[in-house]
């Protein structure tokens, strides 16, 4: 029985060490530069070490070499535990944080601790017989002070374990559960030995545990892919066999059978190495089909969840264009409505579903105040998808641009304020988005301000016809002679009712115009010469300014046919305001030329020019440019709108050139005819 149970201990044992030293070198040859495989070769490599010092100490029958050889397993045994909690950090990927390095370095300290602890006087008192053994510990102070170290450091470990287990879920927690549970198999094993050191008697029969603990680990963790488990049996079943035939050569007698088992030798060796080869392009492969597999899932669930997104973006946008109260109508770079709000829905009598999927034309319908129909070219919708810039209409009666009625479903009309948006992606226009809402309240408000100053301009006139001559009786010395001072006074009220006058006078011209009442009077007219008396008027200030003035106009160049009251009130605005708005000693070009069937007027000035930023403005009513207010307080902001207006009336049109600071180019072109 005692044999028995000796031979047990030496197979346990030499198990171990095969078992240990073969799977670790396994582990490390298949990524030695993976820190968790190199992790794990330092413990299989002491717990091999370990195994074979123990099988010595127990097995020896010298006293002294047992003192040498127990104090190498013991410092071993602290290798194992101190690479065992090195392996923990590097597999929960704690290694780098401050706090668990400092621990390490504690842990490290205790093993060094017991490590010299070994050579201290009082550590082993003797080796003696116990049990079936010839020598064994019988442990001092020393000893007694390294088994709490030791326990402590496996406990460390121990607590790491428990503590991730309980924050990690899914494969990485399965794998810290197994490693906790093989990890306490081994040590209850290993520690077995120490019970007898300590004279209570449990034999280790518990070693067996130690010798499956890498085993138990590799299976931990190979179960969850952490390790390739089949290319490690595979390994270890070759070398356990190269093992067995090698063994075998050493019994063999007979020549015959010593070639053949060296023939069954190299041909096992080639066979495992071409299965290890074969199996390891297998889990390549494996490995490869499962991150593609991963790789899929992976996109298959982000374009889920983007879908999802858009999706939710798209019902959010949704509701909030139908929310809004203006009209949305968005299409497609066919034309094809694709959207239509509530809003739109309402002021077009339609019905979502009967928009949907159609031309815009035949739902959008457009017509001028005149009812007549809007051309293609100047179509919102049309400019915006062929241009890509945003298209905004006209607001206000009177302005240069077309104001647009939409017709209803019944055939009525309503007038719109539209704003149109080109959609491009990738510098492409994909369609366009209309913005529209119906102006009736506005247009009849401002046709009733309309009416209000004109009805007030025409009540204003009355009176300032009569301070006007009587203040020219007063100056002209019919009621008497003047003095000096009041001379003065009555002239600055004199100018100041001529500056009235002409402020009611535009007003009233742009109300007729905005009404479309104002009487056009075509008869031939010779521009040269109107432009003459024009410049002949303007001589005064011309001269005071000490400007620089020129005027270019051909002499065969032929009459047009216009109302020569309203072009000259135009001019007149043009070429005063270059005056007006160029410094002292400045520079005017006024000129005239032929172009195809129609007259080209430009005048140029190096005045103070117009802020690129307040361009678009520049023919609204009542606005001013910041440089011109602080240039000259007198304007009103009128004499541009109504030049504009009465050109676009006449049947030409207006436009300018210009940069701060450097000047201004205005041009009127009209039709010959």
Not at 375 to 400: F, H, Q, R, Y
């Amino acid at each position: 029985m005692i044999g028995n149970i000796g031979t047990y201990y030496n197979v346990v044992l030499l198990l171990g060490f095969f078992i240990s030293l073969i799977v670790g070198a396994a582990i490390y040859s298949r990524q030695a530069k993976n820190k968790i495989n190199a992790a794990w070769f330092l413990v299989s490599i002491f717990a091999s070490l370990w195994s074979i010092f123990y099988f010595l100490t127990i097995n020896t029958d010298n006293r002294e070499v047992s003192f040498t050889l127990v104090k190498i397993a013991n410092i071993l045994a602290i290798f194992i535990t101190l690479t065992w909690v090195y392996f923990i950090n590097i597999f929960l990927d704690i290694y780098k944080q401050k706090k668990y390095k400092i621990q390490f370095w504690f842990v490290f300290l205790i093993s060094m601790g017991a490590v010299i602890l070994n050579f201290a006087p009082r550590f082993i008192k003797d080796m003696v017989p116990k049990y079936i053994f010839t020598y064994y510990v019988d442990p001092d102070i020393g000893y007694y002070i390294y088994t709490i170290f030791l326990i402590s450091i496996i406990g460390y470990g121990l607590i790491l374990l428990f503590n991730f287990n309980k924050k990690l879920t899914g494969v990485k927690g399965t794998q810290i559960k197994y490693i906790t549970i093989a990890s306490v198999m081994g040590f209850v094993g290993g520690c077995n030995v120490f019970l007898l050191a300590f004279n209570i008697f449990f034999p280790p029969y518990l070693l067996i545990l130690f010798t499956t603990f890498p085993l138990a680990i590799v299976y931990a963790i190979t179960r969850y892919h952490l390790f390739d488990i089949k290319i490690i049996t595979t390994e270890l079943l070759s070398v356990a066999l190269w093992i067995l035939l090698i063994s075998k050569l050493f019994f063999t007698a007979d020549l015959q059978d010593f070639i053949l088992n060296i023939i069954i030798l190299l041909g096992s060796i080639f066979v495992g190495i071409l299965l290890i080869r074969s199996i390891g392009r297998e889990i390549e492969q494996r490995e490869k089909i499962e991150k593609l597999a991963k790789d899929i899932e992976k996109a298959y669930e982000a374009e889920k969840l983007a879908k999802e997104k858009i999706d939710a973006v798209r019902v959010e946008d949704e509701a909030l264009l139908s929310s809004i109260g203006e009209g949305v109508v968005a299409i497609d770079r066919e034309g094809k409505v694709t959207f239509i709000n509530r809003a739109a829905e309402q002021m077009l009598y339609l019905k979502s579903e009967e928009a949907v999927g159609r031309l815009y034309q035949e739902i959008l319908k457009m017509e001028t105040e005149k009812g007549e129909a809007v051309a293609k070219e100047k179509d919102p919708l049309n400019l915006a998808l062929s241009s890509g810039k945003k298209v905004i209409t006209a607001v206000a009666k009177g302005t240069a641009d077309i104001i647009y009625f939409y017709v209803r479903k019944d055939g009525t009309k309503f007038p719109s304020a539209i704003t149109v948006a080109p959609v491009i992606l990738n510098g492409k226009t994909i369609g366009a988005v209309d913005v529209f809402r119906d102006i009736t309240v506005e247009r009849q408000i401002d046709k009733s301000k309309t009416e209000f100053v004109s009805l007030a301009s025409h009540q204003l006139r009355t009176p300032l016809s009569a301070i006007k001559w009587y203040s020219e009786i007063i100056l002209g010395g019919k009621a008497g002679k003047l003095k000096p001072k009041q001379q003065e006074y009555l002239e600055q009220v004199y100018k100041g009712n001529e500056r009235m006058i002409k402020l009611i006078n535009v007003m009233l011209n742009i109300s007729r115009l905005e009404a479309g009442k104002v009487k056009i009077t075509l008869a031939p007219l010779s521009l040269k010469e109107l432009l003459e008396n024009i410049i002949a008027e303007q001589q005064v200030d011309i001269l005071k300014k000490k400007h620089k003035f020129t005027f270019e106009c051909p002499n065969d160049l032929p009459k047009i046919t216009t109302d020569s009251e309203l072009i000259r009130m135009v001019f007149q605005n043009l070429i005063s305001n270059a005056i007006k708005y160029t410094q002292d000693k400045g520079k005017i070009d006024c000129k005239v030329e032929k172009k195809d069937n129609s007259i080209l007027f430009s005048v140029h000035d190096n005045g103070i020019g117009i802020p690129e930023d307040q361009q678009k403005k520049i023919f609204g009513k009542l606005f001013r440019a910041d440089n011109a207010f602080s240039h000259d307080p007198q304007g009103n902001g009128l004499g541009l709108y109504a030049a504009k207006m009465t050109v676009e009336n006449l049947g030409g049109k207006t436009w300018f050139e210009s940069k701060a600071d450097k000047g201004t180019t205005f041009y009127v072109e009209l039709p010959i005819k």
